[in-house]
């Protein structure tokens, strides 16, 4: 509990979620003032419960997608990397020829 009264407390990278969290609880704000510390804690507890299940799958298949384009991503470097080097060294050899001809 510290730790999401400190993610309402400060300012947070993810401020978005934490606008979703206190939108999204189920207590009225006429009711809030009547209610007890364990009911408002209970509501807090199964709206931030029902966010997680909501969003941890999404944000399984975010990271599982962008694993994906990084692989791909280093593959494409990877190949760039040994097409350059294969460059250099048909260079390297095409000089030695050359300096090799004229002499």
Same mark, same amino acid.
């Given at each position: 509990?510290?730790?999401?009264?400190?993610?309402?407390?400060?300012?947070?990278?993810?401020?978005?979620?934490?606008?979703?969290? #206190?939108?999204?609880?189920?207590?009225?704000?006429?009711?809030?003032?009547? $209610?007890?510390?364990?009911?408002?804690?209970?509501?807090?507890?199964?709206?931030?419960?029902?966010?997680?299940?909501?969003?941890?799958?999404?944000? *399984?298949?975010?990271?599982? *997608?962008?694993?994906?384009?990084?692989?791909? $991503?280093?593959?494409?470097?990877?190949?760039?990397? *040994?097409?350059? #080097?294969?460059?250099?060294?048909?260079?390297?050899?095409?000089?030695? #020829?050359? #300096?090799?001809?004229?002499?």
């Amino acid at each position: 509990m510290i730790r999401y009264k400190q993610f309402l407390l400060y300012p947070h990278p993810m401020s978005h979620i934490k606008q979703y969290i #206190e939108k999204s609880l189920l207590i009225p704000p006429d009711r809030k003032e009547c $209610l007890s510390n364990e009911e408002v804690h209970g509501a807090i507890k199964d709206d931030v419960l029902c966010f997680i299940q909501t969003y941890a799958p999404l944000e *399984q298949e975010i990271l599982s *997608q962008v694993n994906k384009e990084l692989a791909i $991503l280093n593959t494409q470097i990877r190949n760039y990397l *040994q097409n350059k #080097e294969t460059e250099l060294r048909e260079r390297e050899i095409n000089q030695m #020829e050359l #300096e090799i001809a004229y002499l």
